[in-house]
């Protein structure tokens, strides 16, 4: 299900209209995640504190999300540009690929809840595909 | 048997006491056929599907998708055994539509995405986590009867 050169452009438009807000959105998608999924909750029993307000979810949704919008700009070799990330991802952190869509799924229901009037059909068909390629991109490496 | 909390009930209870059948249900089922557009397949005589913009027009998808919505209103009524109350609708899936049970989660996560568009903030980590529970138990009882 590759990206054509229509889902980019979606993908890249609405970036633009959200960029401004990435890093709460990152937060709310992070903390729903937590809330909706707690077997999620796993790879951050190190934090003290798992809510939707702490001052660890707002980081790391901040710093997931940076890396998604970083993304958005290599999205004609995803493989590639995420090469480093896939490293981490499968040598270190070793977080079950399972779980990507999980987070996805809770990125599109915030995208949603912060902008139902962009988020149409067609914006969350292009931005599923590309959230599809990314979490792909970062499992290349497991194995 | 199913363990609903308090606020679950309530939470399922209030969002589909407040729902607009008619818009939901027809978002839905369009959102589903434009973003997964290999679940057209179950739809070949509603006509014009060719793009989007044609799906979110079709007047058989609006009807189908009220049609879809009001058969929620089953688990809503007898949460306390939406296994039983959806048996028949479950061989029906399998037996005369030949529906994947795969598709039940497509449709659930548009339904999902629709609802917190229309909720917007009241549809919080904890509402969508009272309606995700409530979606897993329908589409778990939606496929039990297939062989």
Redesign the interface.
Known sequence: MSLTAKDKAVVKAFWGKISSKADAIGQEAL??M???YPQTKIYFAHWPDQS?GSAQVKKHGETVMGAITDAVGKMDDLIGGLSSLSDLHATKLRIDPGNFYILT?NI??TL???F?AD????V??AV?KFLAALSAALADKYR | MVEWTEFERTTIQDIFSKMNYDVVGQQSL??CL??YPWTQRYFGNFGNLYN?AA??GNPMVAAHGRVVLHGLDKAVKNMDNIKAAYAELSVLHSEKLHVDPDNFRLLG?CL???V??????A?T??V??AF?KFLAVVISSLQRQYH
Do not use: S
């Open positions: 903390g729903r937590l809330t909706v939707l799924h599109l229901v949603a809840v912060n139902p988020f149409t059909a067609e969350h068909v599923d | 369009a959102r434009v973003v989007a799906i979110m996560d999902t995405v629709v917190a568009a229309q909720l917007g903030a549809f980590p904890e969508q986590a995700q």
